[in-house]
C-alpha cells in the first residue's frame, strides 16, 4: 500500500475506529459485520481489491466490529501493517463457511448480540444471519462523512495519481488510437506508480454534437457515461474524460473534457469560458454553514438560468472512501433536500458542472474541495484542462 | 451463434429456473448476474456496490425491467420504456419498482444479494411476499456453460496469455513487481475492451511463507526469484485467465524436478475434473495447496478446495479453473492455474497445454 508522504496510517484507522464504536454506541449496536468492500476499508484500512464483484463477494476479506473492542477483525485478504487482528477467510457466498462466520461472531459479540450488516449473501438469507435490520451502511456513513487531516490527505494524493496517469492518457488519446489504447496508457502508469487500486472502467466517451444524435435516455439529457466495445478515436472528437483511483483505501475523481487531435474551436472553447464561469460562481460560494442549494442557485445563475450539470446526476458529490457518497447536491431530490446539505470543515466534495449548447456538444470537468475553517482548499488542482486555453 | 441468440438463451434458462423455484419475481443487482440474465452491461466499478434493484424480472410475463438512463449497452430484451433511469430519490426508486406488474402481488421474491434498506423496501412494495436467496438459482442456470460460452471464455483466455507473454518479456533485470503487472495489463487492454475479473497479481514468493498476498508491489525482482503472475479479465462479460510462476535467472536440476512434480500435480488433478466426479473425489487427488472453482462471468460455484465443496458434482460443461501449488523451502512457492472444460470423458484444458 502506497502510504502519503504525512499521512499517518496508523492514527488515520485509530480515528476511524473511534468514530464507528461512537456511532455503534449511539445506535445501540453491538456489532458490525461487513461485507461492502468500502465499508470493510473504513473499519480496517484494507483497501478494495481491483477485482469484479463476484471475485470480491466469493473471496474479498470481511470487517467485524465489535462494540468496546480495541481492533476490528479482518477475515481474510492482506492484514500486514493493519491496525486489526487478522482471522482465517471466510467466503461468504458459501453456505458452510457463513455457519462458522456466525459462530465467531456469537463468540465476539453474545449470542443475542444486536448485530448491523451492509450486504447478505445468499447463504446469510438462507440461514437467517443478523436479520436484525440495522443498516450497517448508514451508521458507517456517518462515521464517514467528516474527514481528518490524513484522509483529506490520503484523497489529495489520490487524485495527484490520477491526474499523472491522465497525462499518459491524454498522450495516447490520438486520431486513429482506439479506447483500448488509450486505457493502456492509463492503467499502465496506475500500476508502476503502485496506486492500490484502479476503482472504475475508466470513461473516454466521444460525445454526440446535439443530444438527437446520442443514444436515447430516460431524462432526454445526453447520455454519460456510456460506453461499449473498443471505438476509434477520430480527429475533432470531443472526449469526455471520468476516472477513480485509489491511494490508502481513498478516492479520487478526475473529470476533464478533451479534443482529438486538434485544437478547440472557438464555439468549443466558448463552452469551457462558460463551464469556468460555473466553477469561479460556485468556488466563491463555498464556505462552511453554506448550503446545497447556495451553490446549485450560484451554478444556475452563472449559467444564466440554465441547469449547468447532468440531469441525472449532481452539482456535486462526496467522496471518501467511495468516489461518490452522500452529500449530494442537485439531485432528483430536489432543491428542498439541497437546502438541507450544511457544508462543514473536513467534508470534501467533487463539483463536477458541465455546461451544453446543442449542436456545438458539451464541457464538463471536475475538481475535488475540502471544506476549511474559512473557505475551502482544492484538493489534487492545477492539473491542465488542455487542449483548452486557460 | 450471435450474440443477440446467446442473450436469449441465457435468459430463458433463468427464466426457466426461477420458474423452478416458484418466484414469481425476481429481482438482480450485482453486475454479472445482470448481465447474464439481460445482456446489458453496467459500468465495471472494483469490488461490491451497495445493493440495488439493477434488473427485475417479472418471472411469468418474461418482462424485463433495467436500471440504465440511456438504452446504449441494453440489450434488446429490455425496451427503452422498461429503462429505470438513475435515481437519488427514495421515493422514486420505490415508485418505479412498485410499479412493476406483479410485484404488489408477488408471493415470493428472489435476491441476489440484500441490504437493510433495501430489504425494508420490498417489505413496503411487496408486504405478503417471501424474499428468498436466488443464488443457487442463478448458479443452476450458469454452471454449465452453452458452447458460445465457451468459446467467449476461450477468446478471454487468449486475451490473459497476451497479458501473460508480455509480463514474462518484461520480467528482468531488477524492473519491480508493479512495472511488470503494468506492462501486462497494458497489453492485454490494447486488445480491446476488458475489465480485471481479478486482481492483476505479479508477486515474488518467499521461501520463508506460502502465503502470499494477490497484487503487485513496488520490490525489485531480483534473479533467483519464483515469480507468481497470475492475470485474469472479463472480455465481453465472460472470464479468461491464468497462473503460472516464472523462475528469474534461476534454472537446474532442482528446480526442473520441482516444475515436474507440480505439473504431475496439476495434471491429476484436473484429470479428476470429469462428469459425475464429487468434489470429495476431485479432493483425493490434491496436491499440498490447491482450489478449484467455477468460471464464467467471473468467479461461480462450485467452490471445492480441502475443507469446503466435497458434496459438489461436476457436469460435462462446466468450465474450471483449477490451481495447484507446492511449497519448497530453499526457493518459494510453484504454482500453476489453469481453466478446464469438464467432459464426460478427458477435461479438455483451455489454457496452453500441460
Given at each position: 500500500?502506497?502510504?502519503?508522504?504525512?499521512?499517518?496510517?496508523?492514527?488515520?484507522?485509530?480515528?476511524?475506529?473511534?468514530?464507528?464504536?461512537?456511532?455503534?454506541?449511539?445506535?445501540?449496536?453491538?456489532?458490525?459485520?461487513?461485507?461492502?468492500q468500502p465499508?470493510?476499508?473504513?473499519?480496517?484500512?484494507?483497501?478494495?481489491?481491483?477485482?469484479?464483484?463476484s471475485?470480491?463477494?466469493?473471496?474479498?476479506?470481511i470487517?467485524?466490529v465489535?462494540?468496546?473492542?480495541?481492533?476490528?477483525t479482518?477475515?481474510?485478504?492482506?492484514?500486514?501493517?493493519?491496525?486489526?487482528?487478522?482471522?482465517?477467510?471466510?467466503?461468504?457466498t458459501?453456505?458452510?463457511?457463513?455457519?462458522?462466520?456466525?459462530?465467531?461472531?456469537?463468540?465476539?459479540a453474545?449470542?443475542?448480540?444486536?448485530?448491523?450488516?451492509?450486504?447478505w449473501?445468499?447463504?446469510?438469507l438462507r440461514?437467517?444471519?443478523?436479520?436484525?435490520?440495522?443498516d450497517?451502511?448508514?451508521?458507517?456513513?456517518?462515521?464517514?462523512?467528516?474527514?481528518t487531516?490524513?484522509?483529506?490527505?490520503?484523497?489529495?494524493?489520490?487524485q495527484?495519481?490520477?491526474?499523472?496517469?491522465?497525462?499518459?492518457?491524454?498522450?495516447?488519446?490520438?486520431p486513429?488510437?482506439t479506447?483500448?489504447?488509450?486505457v493502456?496508457a492509463?492503467?499502465?502508469?496506475?500500476?508502476?506508480?503502485?496506486?492500490?487500486?484502479?476503482?472504475?472502467?475508466?470513461?473516454?466517451?466521444?460525445?454526440?454534437?446535439s443530444?438527437?444524435?446520442?443514444?436515447?435516455?430516460?431524462?432526454?439529457?445526453?447520455?454519460?457515461?456510456?460506453?461499449?466495445?473498443?471505438?476509434?478515436?477520430?480527429?475533432?472528437?470531443?472526449i469526455?474524460?471520468?476516472?477513480?483511483?485509489?491511494?490508502?483505501?481513498?478516492?479520487?475523481?478526475?473529470?476533464?473534457?478533451?479534443v482529438?487531435?486538434?485544437?478547440?474551436?472557438?464555439?468549443?472553447?466558448?463552452?469551457?469560458?462558460?463551464?469556468?464561469?460555473?466553477?469561479?460562481?460556485?468556488?466563491?460560494?463555498?464556505?462552511?454553514?453554506?448550503?446545497g442549494?447556495?451553490l446549485?442557485?450560484a451554478?444556475?445563475?452563472?449559467?444564466d438560468g440554465?441547469?449547468?450539470?447532468?440531469?441525472h446526476?449532481?452539482?456535486?458529490?462526496?467522496?471518501?472512501?467511495?468516489?461518490?457518497?452522500?452529500?449530494?447536491?442537485?439531485?432528483d431530490?430536489?432543491?428542498?433536500?439541497?437546502a438541507?446539505?450544511v457544508?462543514?470543515?473536513?467534508?470534501?466534495i467533487?463539483?463536477?458542472?458541465a455546461?451544453?449548447?446543442?449542436?456545438?456538444?458539451?464541457?464538463?470537468?471536475?475538481?475535488?474541495?475540502?471544506?476549511?475553517?474559512?473557505?475551502?482548499?482544492?484538493l489534487?488542482?492545477?492539473?491542465?484542462?488542455?487542449?483548452?486555453?486557460? | 451463434?450471435?450474440?443477440d441468440d446467446?442473450?436469449?438463451?441465457?435468459?430463458?434458462?433463468?427464466?426457466?429456473?426461477?420458474?423452478?423455484?416458484?418466484?414469481?419475481i425476481?429481482?438482480l443487482?450485482?453486475?454479472?448476474?445482470?448481465?447474464?440474465?439481460?445482456?446489458?452491461?453496467?459500468?465495471?466499478t472494483?469490488?461490491?456496490?451497495?445493493?440495488?434493484?439493477?434488473a427485475?424480472?417479472?418471472?411469468?410475463?418474461?418482462?424485463l425491467?433495467?436500471?440504465?438512463?440511456?438504452?446504449?449497452g441494453?440489450?434488446?430484451l429490455?425496451?427503452?420504456?422498461?429503462?429505470?433511469?438513475?435515481?437519488?430519490?427514495?421515493?422514486?426508486?420505490?415508485?418505479?419498482l412498485?410499479?412493476?406488474?406483479?410485484?404488489?402481488?408477488?408471493?415470493?421474491?428472489?435476491?441476489?444479494?440484500?441490504?437493510?434498506?433495501?430489504?425494508?423496501?420490498?417489505?413496503m412494495?411487496?408486504?405478503?411476499?417471501e424474499?428468498?436467496a436466488a443464488?443457487?438459482?442463478l448458479?443452476?442456470a450458469?454452471?454449465?456453460?452453452?458452447?458460445?460460452?465457451?468459446?467467449?471464455?476461450?477468446?478471454?483466455?487468449?486475451?490473459?496469455?497476451v497479458?501473460?507473454?508480455?509480463?514474462?518479456?518484461?520480467?528482468?533485470?531488477?524492473?519491480?513487481?508493479?512495472?511488470?503487472?503494468?506492462?501486462?495489463?497494458?497489453?492485454?487492454?490494447r486488445?480491446?475492451r476488458?475489465?480485471?475479473?481479478?486482481?492483476?497479481?505479479?508477486?515474488?514468493?518467499?521461501?520463508?511463507?506460502?502465503?502470499?498476498?494477490?497484487g503487485?508491489?513496488?520490490?525489485?525482482?531480483?534473479a533467483?526469484s519464483l515469480?507468481?503472475?497470475?492475470?485474469?479479465f472479463?472480455?465481453?462479460?465472460?472470464?479468461?485467465?491464468?497462473?503460472?510462476?516464472?523462475?528469474?535467472?534461476?534454472?537446474?536440476?532442482?528446480?526442473?524436478?520441482?516444475?515436474?512434480?507440480?505439473?504431475?500435480?496439476?495434471?491429476?488433478?484436473?484429470?479428476?475434473?470429469?462428469?459425475?466426479?464429487?468434489?470429495?473425489?476431485?479432493?483425493?487427488?490434491?496436491?499440498?495447496?490447491?482450489?478449484?472453482?467455477?468460471?464464467?462471468?467471473?468467479?461461480?460455484?462450485p467452490v471445492?478446495?480441502a475443507?469446503?465443496?466435497?458434496?459438489?458434482?461436476?457436469?460435462?460443461?462446466m468450465?474450471?479453473?483449477?490451481?495447484?501449488?507446492?511449497?519448497?523451502?530453499?526457493?518459494?512457492?510453484?504454482s500453476?492455474?489453469?481453466?478446464?472444460?469438464?467432459g464426460?470423458?478427458?477435461?479438455?484444458?483451455?489454457?496452453?497445454p500441460l
Amino acid at each position: 500500500m502506497l502510504v502519503p508522504e504525512g499521512v499517518d496510517f496508523d492514527r488515520m484507522c485509530r480515528e476511524r475506529h473511534a468514530r464507528i464504536q461512537a456511532e455503534m454506541a449511539r445506535a445501540e449496536v453491538d456489532a458490525l459485520v461487513l461485507l461492502h468492500q468500502p465499508n470493510v476499508t473504513y473499519a480496517t484500512g484494507h483497501p478494495v481489491a481491483m477485482a469484479d464483484v463476484s471475485h470480491s463477494l466469493s473471496e474479498a476479506p470481511i470487517a467485524v466490529v465489535v462494540a468496546g473492542d480495541d481492533h476490528p477483525t479482518l477475515f481474510g485478504g492482506d492484514p500486514k501493517g493493519l491496525r486489526c487482528k487478522p482471522d482465517e477467510a471466510v467466503r461468504p457466498t458459501l453456505d458452510e463457511e457463513m455457519g462458522r462466520m456466525r459462530a465467531q461472531v456469537a463468540a465476539a459479540a453474545g449470542p443475542t448480540a444486536r448485530v448491523a450488516v451492509d450486504w447478505w449473501t445468499g447463504p446469510m438469507l438462507r440461514h437467517d444471519l443478523w436479520r436484525d435490520g440495522i443498516d450497517a451502511s448508514a451508521l458507517i456513513g456517518r462515521a464517514r462523512r467528516i474527514k481528518t487531516a490524513d484522509e483529506i490527505a490520503c484523497i489529495e494524493a489520490a487524485q495527484l495519481q490520477n491526474n499523472a496517469a491522465m497525462e499518459q492518457a491524454a498522450a495516447a488519446l490520438v486520431p486513429d488510437a482506439t479506447r483500448g489504447d488509450v486505457v493502456a496508457a492509463f492503467l499502465s502508469c496506475l500500476l508502476e506508480n503502485g496506486v492500490d487500486t484502479n476503482l472504475i472502467d475508466p470513461i473516454f466517451q466521444a460525445m454526440p454534437r446535439s443530444i438527437a444524435d446520442g443514444p436515447r435516455t430516460t431524462t432526454g439529457d445526453v447520455a454519460f457515461p456510456t460506453g461499449v466495445g473498443n471505438p476509434i478515436y477520430h480527429q475533432g472528437d470531443l472526449i469526455w474524460v471520468d476516472s477513480g483511483v485509489d491511494v490508502c483505501g481513498y478516492a479520487s475523481d478526475f473529470g476533464r473534457t478533451w479534443v482529438c487531435g486538434r485544437q478547440p474551436n472557438a464555439a468549443e472553447q466558448a463552452l469551457f469560458e462558460r463551464w469556468r464561469a460555473v466553477m469561479a460562481a460556485v468556488h466563491e460560494r463555498i464556505a462552511p454553514g453554506v448550503t446545497g442549494q447556495d451553490l446549485t442557485v450560484a451554478a444556475v445563475e452563472a449559467a444564466d438560468g440554465t441547469k449547468p450539470w447532468l440531469d441525472h446526476f449532481y452539482l456535486f458529490h462526496g467522496i471518501g472512501v467511495e468516489s461518490a457518497e452522500y452529500p449530494m447536491a442537485g439531485t432528483d431530490n430536489g432543491p428542498e433536500a439541497d437546502a438541507r446539505i450544511v457544508l462543514e470543515p473536513g467534508m470534501v466534495i467533487v463539483l463536477e458542472p458541465a455546461v451544453w449548447r446543442d449542436g456545438v456538444g458539451g464541457y464538463r470537468a471536475e475538481e475535488i474541495v475540502t471544506i476549511t475553517d474559512s473557505g475551502y482548499r482544492v484538493l489534487g488542482g492545477g492539473h491542465t484542462y488542455a487542449p483548452f486555453a486557460a | 451463434m450471435s450474440s443477440d441468440d446467446l442473450i436469449r438463451d441465457r435468459f430463458a434458462r433463468t427464466r426457466a429456473a426461477a420458474r423452478a423455484i416458484d418466484l414469481d419475481i425476481l429481482i438482480l443487482g450485482r453486475r454479472d448476474d445482470v448481465r447474464y440474465l439481460t445482456g446489458s452491461e453496467q459500468l465495471w466499478t472494483a469490488g461490491t456496490r451497495p445493493f440495488g434493484a439493477v434488473a427485475t424480472l417479472v418471472v411469468g410475463s418474461g418482462d424485463l425491467y433495467v436500471l440504465s438512463t440511456w438504452e446504449e449497452g441494453v440489450s434488446e430484451l429490455v425496451p427503452f420504456e422498461n429503462l429505470h433511469g438513475i435515481s437519488w430519490n427514495a421515493a422514486t426508486v420505490a415508485g418505479r419498482l412498485g410499479a412493476v406488474p406483479g410485484l404488489a402481488q408477488a408471493r415470493r421474491i428472489g435476491v441476489d444479494g440484500l441490504s437493510p434498506g433495501f430489504g425494508q423496501l420490498l417489505a413496503m412494495l411487496a408486504p405478503d411476499a417471501e424474499v428468498v436467496a436466488a443464488d443457487h438459482c442463478l448458479d443452476g442456470a450458469r454452471r454449465v456453460k452453452l458452447p458460445a460460452e465457451v468459446a467467449a471464455i476461450r477468446h478471454g483466455i487468449g486475451v490473459a496469455q497476451v497479458a501473460m507473454e508480455a509480463a514474462r518479456l518484461a520480467l528482468s533485470g531488477g524492473v519491480s513487481e508493479n512495472h511488470v503487472a503494468g506492462t501486462a495489463v497494458a497489453a492485454a487492454s490494447r486488445h480491446g475492451r476488458l475489465q480485471p475479473a481479478d486482481v492483476p497479481t505479479v508477486r515474488a514468493t518467499s521461501s520463508r511463507e506460502f502465503e502470499q498476498p494477490k497484487g503487485s508491489t513496488d520490490t525489485a525482482i531480483h534473479a533467483g526469484s519464483l515469480v507468481r503472475i497470475d492475470l485474469s479479465f472479463l472480455v465481453e462479460g465472460y472470464e479468461g485467465g491464468l497462473g503460472r510462476t516464472v523462475a528469474v535467472d534461476l534454472a537446474g536440476p532442482t528446480l526442473n524436478s520441482e516444475r515436474d512434480r507440480l505439473d504431475e500435480a496439476q495434471c491429476t488433478l484436473v484429470a479428476r475434473c470429469r462428469a459425475g466426479a464429487t468434489g470429495a473425489e476431485v479432493a483425493a487427488g490434491a496436491p499440498e495447496h490447491w482450489l478449484v472453482r467455477g468460471s464464467g462471468m467471473g468467479f461461480e460455484l462450485p467452490v471445492i478446495d480441502a475443507r469446503t465443496g466435497h458434496e459438489a458434482l461436476l457436469e460435462a460443461g462446466m468450465v474450471l479453473s483449477v490451481e495447484s501449488a507446492i511449497f519448497l523451502e530453499s526457493f518459494g512457492t510453484l504454482s500453476r492455474r489453469d481453466m478446464v472444460l469438464v467432459g464426460d470423458g478427458e477435461p479438455e484444458v483451455l489454457t496452453p497445454p500441460l
